[in-house]
């Protein structure tokens, strides 16, 4: 076994002083005094040239009325999903697993918070064996001002 090398080998972790970089004065330094220096240029280092103004939707912003409205289904459907569903002895669990969906989507259809599609509402009605009502609101008419 005169091919093996059994002498014993010390790494020892070499600790730098400073945080790594340098200043361009100490580069130039140590470049007259012959050292040698190895310099990287980082992409875009310390720019942020993806933006070309504060705000770059700033004329959208000034734009934007403000005046937000979420649909929400009508109180005629929610109560007539619920009265349906009780009627037939379900919980919202049940319900959500006959129809394929969250026992929180028939919870959000029956607090109003949420509007479902033709196919589901078509799905409920086979279920609960019901007519249940549309399931948007009417929406409120707007009366110009003279």
Known sequence: MSHQDWTPVVINKTVKKGTGTASEQEINQARRRGDQVDTVKKFMGGQNKATKSPVPNAAKLDEDTGDYHVDRVSF???????????????????????????????????????????????????????????????????????
């Open 76 to 146: 005629d459907f929610a109560k007539a999903l619920q009265q349906a569903r009780l009627e037939k002895k379900m919980t919202q669990a049940q319900l959500a697993q006959q129809v394929n969906e969250k026992a929180s989507v028939i919870n959000d259809y029956e607090s109003g918070k949420a509007i479902p599609n033709g196919a589901l509402v078509s799905r409920l009605n086979k279920i609960l064996g019901a007519r249940l009502p549309s399931a948007k609101q009417p929406k409120k008419k707007v009366e110009d001002e003279p």
